[in-house]
């Protein structure tokens, strides 16, 4: 676990270089790739302040210096269209973010761990072939895809659900209001997420049971006459979980990626649709702040993953006190 740990520090070090190093790759002054169009809109002053400020007109290594400095006390620069700092108009949308990609993470995995385990209970049989053909189907459409159609047939046609937007401009004065207006509008984004993420976590799940439920241990709690529900879910689940646990976070960089088309798809206001927008109107420093704040977010999911996994198999323990001690 610690080789992991070091994995994920050298990671997080890269991005961090990447993200420096980038912007003044590109042909010209430092400040012109940075900023790109604001520039027309600022003054001479304005410009010799930020060149100051973010040490623009020193070496690079003192620049990075600068950068590691303003990164630690939360200085992602300026942003000119939302007219905020970056950190600001990311604080803003990350929430709705981890709102759509919390749910829909969580969605998936309990659903794809018990249809799992019951198709992989009952394999060969009616509900495992057509559980193995909805999954292959499933998984076979794009997300973005598959949110168009969820667009057009929940919202635009059936007109059960908003086409747009986290909230209503009026949800109600009541807290219960609010959060059910939330809900409303987070239920087609999420299930989109949902749908795109459920057949992998339900075939991973389905081929571990398999593998599992042949172990000696199982016949003995059969021979025991144990429920088989109990056979399922406390004997067999445990041992079948931990490789569909690091699977859940080795895919959060992909759904962090569907979470861009999703967002922009049904203009949901997270991280996806904000870098969309920065993107259109050339705001560079929200465009970096974006991919520097999801890349770390990847980063701290999978390393929770990697703890979970060594909580769930005893097989891992020795490394969990290596890393503790």
Same mark, same amino acid.
């Given at each position: 676990?610690?080789?992991?740990?070091?994995?994920?520090?050298?990671?997080?070090?890269?991005?961090?270089?990447?993200?420096?190093? %980038?912007?003044?790759?590109?042909?010209?002054?430092?400040?012109?790739?940075?900023?790109?169009?604001?520039?027309?809109?600022?003054?001479?002053?304005?410009? #010799? *302040?930020?060149?100051?400020?973010?040490?623009?007109?020193?070496?690079?290594?003192?620049?990075?210096?600068? *950068?590691?400095?303003?990164?630690?006390?939360?200085?992602?620069?300026? /942003?000119?269209?939302?007219?905020?700092?970056? $950190?600001?108009?990311?604080?803003?949308?990350?929430?709705?973010?981890?709102?759509?990609?919390?749910? /829909?993470?969580?969605? #998936? #995995?309990? %659903?794809?761990?018990?249809?799992?385990?019951?198709?992989?209970?009952?394999?060969?049989?009616?509900?495992?072939?057509?559980?193995?053909?909805?999954?292959?189907?499933?998984?076979?459409?794009?997300?973005?895809?598959?949110?168009? +159609?969820?667009?057009?047939?929940?919202?635009?046609?059936?007109?059960?659900?908003?086409?747009?937007?986290?909230? $209503?401009?009026?949800?109600?004065?009541?807290?219960?209001?609010?959060?059910?207006?939330?809900?409303?509008?987070?239920?087609?984004?999420?299930?989109?997420?949902?749908?795109?993420?459920?057949?992998?976590?339900? +075939?991973?799940?389905?081929?571990?049971?398999?593998?599992?439920?042949?172990?000696?241990?199982?016949?003995? #709690?059969? $021979?025991?006459?144990?429920?088989?529900?109990?056979?399922?879910?406390?004997?067999?689940?445990?041992?079948?979980?931990?490789?569909?646990?690091?699977?859940?976070?080795?895919?959060?960089?992909?759904?962090?990626?569907?979470?861009?088309?999703?967002?922009?798809?049904?203009?949901?206001?997270?991280?996806?649709?904000?870098?969309?927008?920065?993107?259109?109107?050339?705001?560079?420093?929200? &465009?970096?702040?974006?991919? %520097?704040?999801?890349?770390?977010? &990847?980063?701290?999911?999978?390393? %929770?993953?990697?703890?979970?996994?060594?909580?769930?198999?005893?097989?891992?323990?020795?490394?969990?006190?290596?890393?503790?001690?």
């Amino acid at each position: 676990m610690k080789k992991r740990l070091g994995d994920y520090l050298l990671a997080l070090v890269i991005i961090l270089a990447l993200n420096f190093i %980038l912007p003044r790759l590109m042909p010209g002054e430092p400040i012109t790739a940075i900023y790109g169009d604001a520039l027309v809109e600022m003054t001479a002053e304005m410009e #010799a *302040y930020l060149l100051e400020r973010y040490g623009l007109d020193r070496p690079l290594g003192e620049q990075f210096m600068v *950068y590691l400095g303003n990164l630690a006390r939360g200085d992602l620069g300026y /942003s000119f269209y939302f007219r905020a700092p970056v $950190s600001e108009v990311l604080a803003n949308a990350l929430p709705w973010t981890l709102l759509l990609v919390g749910t /829909s993470l969580v969605t #998936a #995995a309990v %659903l794809g761990i018990i249809w799992g385990v019951e198709s992989g209970w009952r394999r060969g049989q009616k509900f495992d072939r057509l559980s193995l053909s909805a999954a292959l189907f499933l998984n076979g459409i794009p997300g973005f895809v598959l949110a168009i +159609l969820l667009l057009l047939a929940l919202g635009f046609y059936g007109q059960w659900f908003p086409l747009s937007g986290g909230t $209503s401009p009026f949800p109600g004065h009541s807290a219960m209001a609010r959060a059910v207006d939330i809900l409303w509008h987070l239920f087609l984004p999420a299930l989109t997420l949902t749908l795109a993420q459920l057949p992998r976590n339900f +075939l991973l799940m389905r081929s571990t049971f398999l593998g599992v439920i042949k172990e000696p241990y199982v016949l003995t #709690a059969r $021979s025991k006459g144990i429920k088989e529900r109990m056979i399922r879910y406390r004997h067999c689940l445990r041992s079948a979980l931990p490789p569909v646990v690091t699977r859940l976070g080795m895919s959060i960089g992909l759904l962090f990626t569907g979470v861009l088309f999703v967002e922009v798809v049904f203009a949901y206001p997270g991280l996806g649709h904000l870098f969309y927008l920065a993107l259109q109107h050339h705001d560079y420093p929200t &465009v970096h702040g974006c991919l %520097l704040l999801i890349t770390v977010c &990847v980063l701290v999911f999978n390393l %929770l993953a990697d703890l979970i996994s060594i909580k769930l198999d005893p097989r891992l323990k020795e490394d969990a006190h290596q890393l503790l001690g």
